[in-house]
C-alpha cells in the first residue's frame, strides 16, 4: 500500500509552492486540486478494499477441506489482515496529510493578507508623510515663518511638523 509514498516528494514541493507563492488564488487552487486528487485515488482503492472484502466473506465462513484449503486460506486471510492495517494507517495518514494541507491553505491565506496589509501600511506612512510636509509648508505660508522658528515658540511639535494646539 504504497498510495502517499511516490507522491511525498509531490505533497512536499506543493507545500513549499504554497508557502513561497505570492499569488493566493493559484496557490490555494493547487492544494483544492490536490485534496480532491487524494480523495479520488482514496476512493478508488476503498472500492476495490470493499471488493476485497466481499469475495474474502464467503471464504472466511467455509473453512472446511483439506489442510492444503486451511493453509492457503489461513495465508491469505493473515496477508488481509495486514492489508487491511495497512490500509487504517493509510486512512489514518491521510487524514493528517488533508488537515495539515488545510493548515497551509490558511496560513497562505494570512501570510498574503499580512503581505497586503504592510503594503497598506506602507502607502498610509507615505501618506503620512506627505500631510506633515503639507503642514509644514502651510504653516510656513501662513505664519509666513520658518517651521524651526514655529518649532521654538510651540506652533509646530517636532513630531511631524504638525500645528501644536493652542
Request: net charge negative; hydrophobic share 40%.
Amino acid at each position: 500500500m504504497s498510495l502517499h509514498q511516490p507522491r511525498n516528494p509531490e505533497i512536499q514541493e506543493l507545500r513549499h509552492r504554497s508557502q513561497s507563492a505570492g499569488d493566493l488564488p493559484s496557490a490555494t487552487s493547487v492544494i483544492d486540486q490536490s485534496l480532491l486528487a487524494l480523495d479520488e485515488r482514496l476512493e478508488a482503492v476503498s472500492q476495490g478494499i470493499d471488493a476485497v472484502d466481499g469475495m474474502l466473506v464467503p471464504s472466511q465462513n467455509g473453512l472446511s477441506g483439506g489442510n492444503d484449503d486451511v493453509s492457503e486460506r489461513g495465508l491469505l486471510l493473515r496477508k488481509h489482515a495486514s492489508l487491511m492495517s495497512e490500509w487504517g494507517s493509510v486512512q489514518e495518514e491521510s487524514d493528517v496529510l488533508r488537515e495539515e494541507l488545510k493548515e497551509d491553505k490558511w496560513l497562505t491565506v494570512f501570510r498574503t493578507v499580512t503581505d497586503q496589509a504592510d503594503g497598506m501600511m506602507s502607502s498610509l506612512e507615505k501618506a503620512v508623510n506627505r500631510c506633515q510636509v503639507c503642514s509644514s509648508c502651510l504653516a510656513y505660508i501662513l505664519f509666513d515663518t520658518p517651521p524651526v522658528v514655529l518649532m521654538t515658540i510651540g506652533l509646530l511639535t517636532p513630531v511631524g511638523f504638525r500645528l501644536a494646539s493652542p
